[in-house]
């Protein structure tokens, strides 16, 4: 009788230490959740995980700036023109008059750059600073866009790309009439696919607040 009374005992006790265990472990992980928790509801403002922006762009580019930019750029030979902001590239697109040379549309990209230099210092918003990544900058200016099948519209289309990086210290320009692959071109390509996505939304806006 004391002999099995002992074995319950035993058994009874072995049930409790693997059950006081069980909880234990169970807990540990529940008690640093919750102090997590705790942490980032006290800490106001301060998130819990890091962004891939903390050491960039700063000071941002507000849409304040980009209106102002788009509103100063009504000179001459100029047929439309559209300012986009997208991720870390300010990118403007200036559709020149069509009998409009070459020398014409690099001083109109010029005048554009100048434009974004005193609403947005160059050396502030476009040029790293130590560990701070800033934006780059395409300002793109063409005489028109040419149907592919003309080849006369093709040979006469002037394209030029003004951009200052963010990692060079001094802008320049390539002109896409001698660069038709690469980088320069798909820019070019995305650039033109904004702008018409900009322009449709702004018809849409404008529909629907009539």
């Known amino acids: ?49 890091g962004s891939r922006f903390d050491t960039q762009l700063d000071p941002a580019i507000e849409k304040s700036a980009l209106k102002d930019i788009e ?49 947005l210092d160059i050396a502030t918003y476009f040029t790293t600073q130590d560990t701070t990544k800033m934006y780059d900058l395409e300002i793109h200016v063409y005489n028109y866009i040419p149907d592919e099948e003309n080849e006369e519209e093709v040979n006469g289309q002037l394209y030029a790309v003004l951009y200052k990086n963010a990692t060079t210290a001094d802008k320049a320009i390539d002109w896409s009439t001698t660069i038709k692959d690469g980088e320069t071109y798909e820019s070019i390509q ?5 702008a018409e996505e900009a322009a449709k939304a702004a018809e849409l806006e404008e529909k629907e607040s009539e």
């Open 71 to 119: 509103e100063s750029i009504n000179f001459e030979n100029i047929d439309s023109k559209s300012v986009n902001l997208n991720a870390a590239t300010l990118r403007i697109l200036v559709d020149a008059n069509d009998a409009v040379d070459a020398a014409t549309i690099e001083a109109i990209a010029n005048q554009v750059y100048d434009i974004v230099n005193s609403n």
């Open 190 to 194: 995305e650039a033109l696919r904004l």
């Open 1 to 49: 009788m004391t002999n099995k009374t002992n074995k319950k005992k035993d058994s009874k006790k072995k049930v409790n230490g693997l059950l006081v265990f069980t909880i234990t472990v169970i807990a540990i992980p529940l008690g640093i959740l919750a102090l997590i928790i705790f942490s980032s509801l006290t800490q106001k403002g301060e998130p819990v995980f």
